[in-house]
C-alpha cells in the first residue's frame, strides 16, 4: 500500500518516502512533509490533518482506503503546509510524531520490570 501511495502521490508532484515501521500488522510510514506523515498497512492509509489542533484542541485523524484518493487529499495538505513558514506548523500543534512518542513511552511504562 505505502508503494502505491508514493506512485499516486508522485502524479501530484508530491515527493514522499518510505519508512519501514515495526509493528503486528506491518505498518509502514510514508514521510510527506514536515508534520505530515502517514501510516499505512494493506487495509488503510491515515494521517493527522495539519492545523486541527489549533481549531478543534485536539487532533482529528482521517483515513483513506485507497491511494489514489488518499494521494489527492494529501495533495492538498502539503500544498498547505509547503506555503507556510516551518515553525508555525512546528509550533501549531502535535504531529504524528509524537503520538507514535507517546504511543512507545506509554507501552513501555506498562511493561513489567
Given at each position: 500500500?505505502?508503494?502505491?501511495l508514493t506512485a499516486a502521490?508522485?502524479?501530484?508532484g508530491v515527493p514522499a518516502?518510505?519508512?519501514?515501521?515495526?509493528?503486528?500488522?506491518?505498518?509502514?510510514?510514508?514521510?510527506?512533509?514536515?508534520?505530515?506523515?502517514?501510516?499505512?498497512?494493506?487495509?488503510?492509509?491515515?494521517?493527522?490533518?495539519?492545523?486541527?489542533?489549533?481549531?478543534?484542541?485536539?487532533?482529528?485523524?482521517?483515513?483513506?482506503?485507497?491511494?489514489?484518493?488518499?494521494?489527492?487529499?494529501?495533495?492538498?495538505?502539503?500544498?498547505?503546509?509547503?506555503?507556510?513558514?516551518?515553525h508555525t506548523t512546528i509550533?501549531?500543534?502535535?504531529?504524528?510524531?509524537?503520538?507514535?512518542?507517546?504511543?512507545?513511552?506509554?507501552?513501555?511504562?506498562?511493561?513489567?520490570?
Open positions: 500500500m505505502a508503494l502505491r502521490l508522485s502524479h501530484h518516502d518510505i519508512q519501514p515501521y515495526r509493528s503486528a500488522d506491518g505498518e509502514a510510514l510514508v514521510s510527506v512533509w514536515l508534520g505530515l506523515l502517514v501510516r499505512t498497512n494493506e487495509r488503510r492509509i491515515r494521517w493527522i490533518i495539519p492545523g486541527t489542533e489549533r481549531r478543534r484542541g485536539k487532533p482529528l485523524w482521517t483515513w483513506a482506503r485507497e491511494p489514489d484518493n488518499a494521494a489527492a487529499r494529501l495533495a492538498e495538505h502539503y500544498r498547505q503546509l509547503r506555503d507556510q513558514p516551518v509550533l501549531g500543534g502535535p504531529l504524528l510524531a509524537d503520538a507514535f512518542l507517546d504511543d512507545a513511552l506509554r507501552k513501555r511504562d506498562a511493561t513489567p520490570r
